[in-house]
């Protein structure tokens, strides 16, 4: 590690050594780190790298051949390696810190950002505990798993993990859980009952599901049919809100079901039932259908 009294003849405040020296601490946990400008924001990148003209670092939404020794790119940039946390080029940038980011997919977690008191107080009600992290105006609950990052998924609510970045604000206080089926089914929003009045869904005929479609299927046709009408009473007894999110997690429970079949084991026609059966209780078909598309993809 970079000795404090070197980091000031570099032109470090103590002020910015101190993000330094934690940015070393967690990167030797396995934390990836990337410093912040004022407003909370990454630094932009450099003029070899403006409009992403070097094609952009490995792991973003398309992997390139940048190999820009600043702290170009956002949370891509984030990194546990010393060398490049304490080189030159990234030195000049810790001269203007003013906090600390990491990415929380890089360290295997995912950040429910709660904003205001009301978001708090929804998380009390409907997730299982785990770590908390205090923040200016709510909270960050941390889970173990990862998963793709959104925006707005509720009132006062972002996940932060996959693609994205948080600012380090301690280690917070609790044991972290694993990521809960809740929160990966706030990705595809929750609140997605129609206006009074809309069409939720263009009709048409089912798939339904029977040994015909699932010829390598390994259930009896008994225990598929029991539990996909469980499921599905489920999702009919959501009238009034939240039926998208238990389409989500009859899909995943299905899927997972399924895991050790040779296939085929018709789960498509599976998908199809859930997906009518949202929609008699007015969620839209395109958000019923990726709700259970994405139910499906984690039954793993």
Not at 25 to 40: C, E, I, Q
Request: hydrophobic share 40%.
């Amino acid at each position: 590690m970079t000795h404090p009294t070197r980091l000031r003849r570099d032109g470090l405040t103590p002020h910015s050594t101190g993000h330094l020296t934690t940015a070393l601490a967690l990167a030797n946990r396995g934390v990836p780190v990337l410093p912040l400008r004022a407003g909370k924001v990454p630094f932009g990148n450099c003029p070899t790298c403006a409009d992403s003209a070097c094609g952009g670092r490995p792991n973003m939404k398309t992997p390139g051949p940048c190999t820009c020794p600043h702290p170009c790119h956002g949370w891509a940039a984030a990194t546990t390696d010393p060398h490049t946390l304490t080189s030159p080029a990234w030195v000049t940038v810790w001269r203007h810190a003013a906090t600390l980011a990491y990415h929380p997919g890089g360290a295997g977690l995912t950040v429910v950002d709660l904003d205001n008191p009301d978001a708090m107080a929804w998380a009390l009600e409907h997730l299982p505990p785990t770590r908390t992290v205090a923040t200016t105006r709510g909270e960050h609950w941390l889970y173990l798993g990862t998963m793709h990052s959104a925006n707005a998924v509720r009132p006062g609510v972002d996940l932060k993990s996959a693609m994205s970045y948080a600012r380090w604000l301690g280690p917070g206080d609790g044991a972290m859980a694993p990521l809960p089926d809740a929160v990966r089914a706030l990705a595809v929003r929750e609140e997605a009952t129609s206006p009074r009045g809309a069409v939720a869904s263009s009709g048409g005929a089912t798939a339904v599901w029977d040994r015909s479609v699932a010829t390598g299927c390994r259930h009896t046709e008994r225990y598929v049919r029991t539990g996909l009408n469980r499921g599905l009473a489920l999702v009919s007894e959501r009238s009034e809100s939240g039926a998208g999110t238990q389409a989500f997690a009859v899909a995943r429970f299905l899927a997972h079901q399924h895991i050790d079949c040779p296939g085929p084991c018709g789960l498509d026609a599976l998908a199809e039932e859930i997906v009518a059966a949202a929609v008699s209780v007015d969620v839209p078909e395109p958000y019923a259908r990726r709700a259970v598309t994405n139910g499906l993809s984690h039954a793993a």
